[in-house]
């Protein structure tokens, strides 16, 4: 098996054959010894220090000594990503072809690496994880499958398969060739295979978090997958197309508690009906979605890059989520929006994000109406940043009512540059909630990010005593409030 790895990657680390002089009165045994420290680590600890190295570094330790000939077999966790297991060279060439090409020789170097770690009788007995990232071939297909039953045999428990965006034919996943069995696989991702033996995954009776990315995939795979795995707890599908087709994320006995829909296209309707469902990411082009049974769902996440998902978050998203306790809005320009009466209550709704993306801060007063629609809210996050790209000057028609907000706590302005629509606003918060206790004029950027991230980015300006003490005198003139003013 070492024969398919690099002949460079064989040179032992530096690090354990460091030498230094030897001192006067000093023997050879106890300069031997004071070299070569790591390898009196107990074996936990060198297991740890190799677990950070790539596949070939660790099994290319075992030729140090005898002390390090078998502490790779304890690892767990495997992967193989072309470029970092290959390094610059691939081995001397074997065919004519492959001296012509030298992607052909690192290709046929990568696969027979795989090939022979996972074809060792003494190597690992168990794979915990597992990773294998390459341009696979339509040649490889076959040889994937030997892979793949392998790591299954060893009782892996995660598995990553990305087998690159030049492959002629589909990949089918599980392979065709397993016979049957349960497999203790709990933590699966796939990207650019086929579903269309979504029977087979009646095999995988564990599996608990399943990544679909850059797949084609039909209602009947989705239903057949989620009917065959029934203790499904997670599920994120990004950047696949599903041909014009519904998306039905449906069943009574769906243990499913996560689903994130990224940048997903083709998609006609989404329809949930998922009673322990809780948390949802959707991002992307706006889809009409069907909230059919959804009782237990608390976090949404919501990012729209069209101004159809401004109307539904603002017209119709209150009455479809009545019962949400947290809500993260993202969503680009407000051309064309139109509020024609206050949407209805969320009811529950304590914590809420307002991310946008618009043409102008002239005007921002339109944000009260999810104020005044959520009575309950406790905390608010806004970040507001102007694009060049949106050309209209409209706005949307909105005048606040005289209402009061009496659960309103904390407020959080990113992005904020004091231009006169946010000072109106802020004014506006410190007007109408009269609990307020803290507000914040943050200068970072808020963003999210796919699978329930926050994300912020430090700005390079800081706020002036100056410009504080100005900001400040122009915040609270004719308002009456004691909540506490910061500026960062």
Same mark, same amino acid.
């Given at each position: 098996?070492?024969?398919?790895?690099?002949?460079?990657?064989?040179?032992?680390?530096?690090?354990?054959?460091?030498?230094?002089?030897?001192?006067?009165?000093?023997?050879?045994?106890?300069?031997?010894?004071?070299?070569?420290?790591?390898?009196?680590?107990?074996?936990?600890?060198?297991?740890?220090?190799?677990?950070?190295?790539?596949?070939?570094?660790?099994?290319?330790?075992?030729?140090?000594?005898?002390?390090?000939?078998?502490?790779?077999?304890?690892?767990?966790?495997?992967?193989?990503?072309?470029?970092?297991?290959?390094?610059?060279?691939?081995?001397?060439?074997?065919?004519?072809?492959?001296?012509?090409?030298?992607?052909?020789?690192?290709?046929?170097?990568?696969?027979?690496?795989?090939?022979?770690?996972?074809?060792?009788?003494?190597?690992?007995?168990?794979?915990?994880?597992?990773?294998?990232?390459?341009?696979?071939?339509?040649?490889?297909?076959?040889?994937?499958?030997?892979?793949?039953?392998?790591?299954?045999?060893?009782?892996?428990?995660?598995?990553?398969?990305?087998?690159?965006?030049?492959?002629?034919?589909?990949?089918?996943?599980?392979?065709?060739?397993?016979? #049957?069995?349960? =497999?203790? +696989?709990? *933590? !699966?991702?796939?990207?650019?295979?086929?579903?269309? /033996?979504?029977?087979? %995954?009646?095999?995988?009776?564990?599996?608990?978090?399943?990544?679909?990315?850059?797949?084609?995939?039909?209602?009947?795979?989705?239903?057949?997958?989620?009917?065959?795995?029934?203790?499904?707890?997670?599920?994120?599908?990004?950047?696949?197309?599903?041909?014009?087709?519904?998306?039905?994320?449906?069943?009574?006995?769906?243990?499913?508690?996560?689903?994130?829909?990224?940048?997903?296209?083709?998609?006609?309707?989404?329809?949930?009906?998922?009673?322990?469902?809780?948390?949802?990411?959707?991002?992307?082009?706006?889809?009409?979605?069907?909230?059919?049974?959804?009782?237990?769902?608390?976090?949404?996440?919501?990012?729209?890059?069209?101004?159809? #998902?401004?109307? =539904?978050? +603002?017209? *119709? !998203?209150?009455?479809?989520?009545?019962?949400?306790? /947290?809500?993260?809005? %993202?969503?680009q320009s407000y051309e064309d929006v139109k509020v024609p009466c206050l949407p209805a209550c969320f009811g529950s709704l304590k914590n809420l994000t307002v991310n946008v993306n618009i043409n102008s801060k002239t005007d921002l007063l339109w944000m009260a109406i999810l104020l005044e629609a959520a009575p309950f809210l406790e905390t608010l996050q806004t970040s507001v940043k102007t694009s060049d790209s949106y050309y209209s000057r409209s706005t949307i028609p909105w005048k606040p009512s005289d209402f009061v907000?009496?659960?309103?706590?904390?407020?959080?302005?990113?992005?904020?540059?004091?231009?006169?629509?946010?000072?109106?606003?802020?004014?506006?918060?410190?007007?109408?909630?009269?609990?307020?206790?803290?507000?914040?004029?943050?200068?970072?950027? !808020?963003?999210?990010?796919?699978?329930?991230?926050?994300?912020?980015?430090?700005?390079?300006?800081?706020?002036?005593?100056?410009?504080?003490?100005?900001?400040?005198?122009?915040?609270?003139?004719?308002?009456?409030?004691?909540?506490?003013?910061?500026?960062?």
């Amino acid at each position: 098996m070492m024969d398919s790895f690099p002949s460079r990657s064989l040179s032992p680390p530096s690090l354990l054959h460091r030498k230094r002089k030897r001192t006067s009165g000093e023997s050879g045994t106890e300069c031997q010894t004071e070299r070569d420290r790591i390898s009196k680590l107990p074996d936990h600890l060198l297991a740890c220090i190799l677990e950070r190295t790539d596949v070939r570094t660790a099994v290319a330790t075992s030729l140090l000594s005898r002390r390090w000939r078998c502490v790779w077999k304890s690892l767990v966790d495997f992967k193989f990503v072309k470029e970092p297991i290959l390094g610059r060279r691939a081995g001397p060439p074997s065919s004519a072809e492959s001296r012509r090409d030298p992607a052909i020789r690192r290709h046929r170097v990568f696969t027979k690496c795989v090939s022979g770690f996972l074809g060792l009788k003494d190597g690992p007995p168990t794979i915990r994880k597992l990773s294998l990232e390459f341009s696979a071939k339509k040649k490889d297909l076959a040889m994937v499958d030997g892979w793949i039953h392998s790591a299954l045999e060893k009782g892996v428990h995660e598995l990553k398969l990305k087998l690159g965006p030049n492959l002629t034919e589909e990949y089918i996943f599980p392979p065709l060739s397993l016979n #049957g069995g349960e =497999y203790s +696989l709990t *933590k !699966l991702k796939l990207s650019g295979c086929s579903l269309h /033996n979504h029977a087979g %995954f009646s095999m995988f009776g564990s599996l608990s978090s399943l990544s679909l990315e850059d797949m084609d995939i039909s209602k009947d795979d989705m239903q057949g997958v989620l009917q065959n795995c029934r203790r499904l707890k997670s599920l994120c599908l990004a950047d696949c197309s599903f041909s014009g087709a519904d998306l039905s994320i449906a069943s009574p006995d769906l243990q499913l508690k996560e689903l994130a829909i990224v940048d997903c296209e083709q998609i006609r309707i989404i329809e949930l009906s998922a009673p322990r469902l809780e948390r949802l990411q959707y991002m992307g082009q706006y889809t009409p979605m069907l909230f059919t049974s959804v009782p237990h769902l608390d976090h949404v996440w919501l990012k729209y890059a069209n101004p159809a #998902g401004t109307n =539904y978050i +603002l017209r *119709k !998203l209150s009455t479809d989520l009545p019962r949400s306790r /947290n809500l993260n809005l %993202f969503f680009q320009s407000y051309e064309d929006v139109k509020v024609p009466c206050l949407p209805a209550c969320f009811g529950s709704l304590k914590n809420l994000t307002v991310n946008v993306n618009i043409n102008s801060k002239t005007d921002l007063l339109w944000m009260a109406i999810l104020l005044e629609a959520a009575p309950f809210l406790e905390t608010l996050q806004t970040s507001v940043k102007t694009s060049d790209s949106y050309y209209s000057r409209s706005t949307i028609p909105w005048k606040p009512s005289d209402f009061v907000h009496h659960h309103l706590v904390e407020v959080k302005m990113y992005n904020f540059e004091g231009y006169c629509g946010e000072m109106a606003f802020a004014r506006l918060l410190l007007a109408k909630a009269v609990d307020l206790r803290s507000m914040t004029f943050n200068r970072d950027d !808020l963003f999210a990010t796919p699978r329930w991230k926050m994300m912020y980015y430090k700005s390079s300006k800081q706020w002036t005593e100056q410009q504080t003490s100005v900001l400040l005198k122009q915040l609270t003139e004719g308002i009456s409030t004691s909540a506490s003013l910061v500026f960062r």
